[in-house]
């Protein structure tokens, strides 16, 4: 079976950094696409940054150059540095990937909490 676990999430004030991280774990072939998507109370999930097994990245307009997405092929796992944070980055922080098992799907971890506060 197979799992995504985060870590990283807390509290934090406007213009500090928080690094999240996720890992992935059970009968794993291989991880395409890896990615952070966020929810924010009576917002629908969005985007933040994903990135292939290439190592090309995309980022949600919002975040970029404030935010970092990295991944470790070796160890199944996903990074974002998160700097520069802004109340608005307040959400739960979902990780997510594309990941062969015994079948393709998309998977998502159970979500972490950032709180920026003004």
């Known amino acids: 079976q197979v799992q995504l676990v985060e870590s990283g999430g807390g509290l934090v004030q406007a213009g500090g950094s928080l690094r999240l991280s996720c890992a992935a774990s059970?009968?794993?072939?291989?991880?395409?696409?890896m990615g952070w998507y966020r929810q924010a109370p009576g917002k629908q999930r969005e985007l933040v940054a994903t990135?292939?097994?290439?190592?090309?990245?995309k980022y949600a307009d919002s975040v970029k150059g404030r935010f970092a997405i990295s991944r470790d092929n070796a160890k199944n796992m996903v990074a974002l540095q998160m700097n520069s944070l802004k109340p608005e980055d307040t959400a739960v922080y979902y990780c997510?990937?594309?990941?062969?098992?015994?079948?393709?799907?998309?998977?998502w971890g159970q979500g972490t909490q950032v709180t920026v506060s003004s």
């Open positions: 997510n990937a594309l990941i062969h098992s015994d079948l393709v799907r998309n998977y």
């Open positions: 059970g009968s794993i072939f291989s991880i395409n696409a």
């Open positions: 990135i292939a097994s290439s190592g090309s990245t």
